[in-house]
């Protein structure tokens, strides 16, 4: 995909949804950190419904520590994979207490080495959180970046290099939410909706016209 097109297409999708953000529910950085973990295999909604149960009981590392596994997995038995979700949000608390006067660290070092917190996870908290220009590769991003040509590659590591390498500067803060929510709502796995897609034209995507 050329230069020239690859930045209509961010144009285009700023132009839709000018102030992009996550559909996770949080007030503070480490709310969010709570609900991306919890976000692993489950939907941004069953995690949001999750969560507002939740941090009205706990919302602190201090507070979510204090809940024990036992008491926080009670909290969020309704996500999947509740408990060992659980079991590593209360080591992340523990760590944050004991090495981060409790505060969620901008450093993608410091947060891949909590508990349950990979490198995409930590690219949402870095970009979302943080405002750093990263890139979190989910299963949307992976297929809509191969699918429409923009930055094709057999890993989610690859395929971040890529973007990060090729999004112009000024879309690059806000390209990981536009990505999600298009390959969400619009570039969809099963069925792509082509004929509502407002890059359509600049998609590359060979069976387009055949799903449009």
Not at 12 to 41: C, D, I
Not at 113 to 120: F, S, Y
Not at 164 to 187: M, N, Q, S
């Amino acid at each position: 995909m050329n230069p020239a097109k690859r930045h209509e297409i961010f144009s285009r999708l700023r132009a839709a949804n000018p102030h992009p953000t996550t559909e996770l529910e949080y007030t503070t950085p480490f709310e969010l950190l709570v609900a991306v973990v919890l976000s692993a295999q489950s939907t941004d909604k069953g995690v949001n419904l999750a969560t507002r149960r939740l941090f009205l009981r706990a919302n602190t590392p201090e507070a979510i520590y204090a809940l024990g596994e036992d008491g926080l997995a009670d909290s969020i038995k309704t996500i999947g994979l509740y408990k060992s979700k659980a079991r590593h949000l209360i080591a992340t608390c523990r760590m944050l207490i004991d090495q981060h006067h409790s505060t969620v660290p901008a450093d993608r070092a410091a947060l891949e080495a909590l508990p349950g917190v990979g490198r995409k996870t930590a690219n949402v908290i870095l970009n979302t959180a943080f405002g750093q220009p990263t890139m979190a590769v989910d299963t949307h991003i992976f297929r809509v970046s191969n699918r429409i040509g923009l930055a094709k590659g057999k890993t989610v590591l690859e395929v971040e290099k890529k973007l990060l390498k090729t999004i112009p500067d000024e879309f690059r803060i806000d390209a990981h939410h536009w990505l999600i929510l298009h390959g969400r709502y619009v570039c969809q796995a099963r069925k792509t909706k082509c004929s509502e897609c407002i890059i359509a034209d600049l998609c590359e995507y060979q069976d387009k016209l055949v799903q449009a």
